[in-house]
Every structure is written in C-alpha cells, then in structure tokens.
C-alpha cells in the first residue's frame, strides 16, 4: 500500500515539474519561480522517498507526530505564499494607478 502511495506522489510530482517547466518555456514564470517550484517539488519527491528523514527533523524540533510537522510547514508555507500574493497585488495597484494618472494626464493636455 505504501509503495503504491509513493509511486503516485513521486509521478505526482514528477508531472507538477514538468508544468513549471512548461510554464516557463512559455515565459509565464521566471528563472527564480522555476528554481524554487523545482526544489519543491524535489523536496517532495525525496520526502515521500525516505519517510525517516522527516521523522528525524520531526524529532529535532521535538515534535511527536510526523504529521504535527507536515501541518506546520503547510501553514508556514500558507503564510509566506500569502504575503507574496499580498505584495504582488499591491505592486500591480501601484503601477496601474501610475499608468492610469499618466493617461488622464495625456487626454488633459490633447484637449488644450
């Protein structure tokens, strides 16, 4: 049961690095965003591989449970991804309120 259930993590993951690797031919993501999808998915990979390495980090931070670990990180994970998106979004508000009082700015003086 096992085996079967890392095989399909490990095809898994497999095919989501081949979508980012897709996605960046395209030019939709950057040589960064590719890099840290590629360790991810990676990291991922050799986590459903060897079980007991995680258990032994589990252990390090003096977390009982393997799973106590993974829903930490998953929330970690959550928050950092969050702030990202929040920036980006504020980012691309900044520039669009440029580019908006740019054109305002532009049909004024058209129509001196």
């Not at 259930?5 to 939709?28: D, G, H, P, T, W």
């Not at 590629?38 to 050799?46: E, N």
């Not at 998106?85 to 049909?107: C, F, G, P, S």
Request: hydrophobic share 60%; net charge positive; aromatic share 10%.
């Amino acid at each position: 049961m096992i085996l079967g259930l890392q095989f399909i993590a490990v095809a898994f993951s497999l095919i989501m690095i081949y979508f980012a690797y897709v996605n960046f031919k395209r030019s939709e993501i950057s040589k960064v965003e590719i890099a840290i999808w590629v360790a991810a998915w990676s990291g991922v990979i050799i986590m459903v591989l060897f079980p007991d390495t995680l258990r032994n980090i589990a252990q390090t931070f003096l977390i009982s449970r393997l799973l106590d670990l993974l829903i930490a990180g998953g929330f970690l994970l959550v928050v950092v991804m969050v702030s990202i998106a929040y920036i980006r979004t504020k980012r691309t508000e900044k520039k669009l309120e440029e580019l908006i009082r740019k054109l305002a700015l532009k049909d004024i003086k058209k129509k001196k």
